[in-house]
């Protein structure tokens, strides 16, 4: 099967599977990973069920690359996630058994790397291994947020960051953090509706 015919099998397969469909936000997440180039490491901080995972885990496959995607719903099943945007919090849970089957039903475990962990703590281990692409959406608070921005030292020129949920307390929190990192540059800034209303992913590139 052609990597065109993988790409609309799953995003059906996604329509009716998927916590929120949202085809845009998916197919945002499948082109900025299948533009890293061959054999790169593509780290997802946030994965829950697995919808963007599946989508990484696919453009991966084109470029012989690999997805490491961290969350602590693993440790236990459910993680309490704060959301200072909305002043609230919810209950997100999960475990390796469902994502397993998701990712073995297409073909993709040998692509993604599951750490049940804190990504703060995970960043300290992380040693000198270049990041080609990163996707943040762990927990919608600026301290977290402000502890993920370090994970953009870990990438090299031409590498990329995405962040969902642009938020405004989100925004102002990574924009401040790029004041000290000059070599970023904003290639897109998402203006779609908040969640549930629409997914926003905007990312950017290193100089």
Not at 58 to 65: G, Q
Not at 151 to 177: C, H, M, N, S, Y
Request: net charge negative; glycine share 6%; hydrophobic share 40%.
């Amino acid at each position: 099967m052609s990597m065109a015919k993988r790409w609309d099998s799953l995003l059906a397969y996604l329509q009716q599977t998927a916590v929120a469909y949202r085809p845009d936000y998916f197919f945002s997440l499948y082109y900025l990973a299948s533009q890293c180039p061959p054999h790169s490491t593509i780290v997802e901080i946030g994965c829950h069920k697995g919808d963007s995972t599946l989508c990484l885990a696919l453009a991966a496959e084109e470029t012989d690359s690999h997805v490491v995607t961290i969350d602590p719903v693993f440790i236990t099943g459910q993680v309490h996630v704060k959301d200072e945007h909305r002043n609230e919090g919810h209950i997100y849970t999960s475990d390796f058994t469902h994502l397993a089957s998701r990712l073995l039903h297409w073909g993709l475990i040998h692509r993604v790397s599951v750490v049940p962990a804190y990504s703060a703590d995970v960043l300290q281990l992380w040693g000198a291994r270049p990041i080609h692409l990163l996707i943040v959406d762990g927990e919608h608070t600026m301290k977290a947020v402000r502890e993920d921005c370090w994970w953009l030292l870990k990438i090299p020129k031409g590498g990329r960051a995405a962040f969902d949920d642009w938020f405004a307390e989100i925004e102002q929190t990574v924009k401040d953090f790029l004041k000290k990192e000059p070599r970023w540059q904003l290639m897109h800034e998402s203006t779609q509706g908040h969640w549930p209303n629409g997914f926003n992913l905007t990312y950017m590139e290193k100089a």
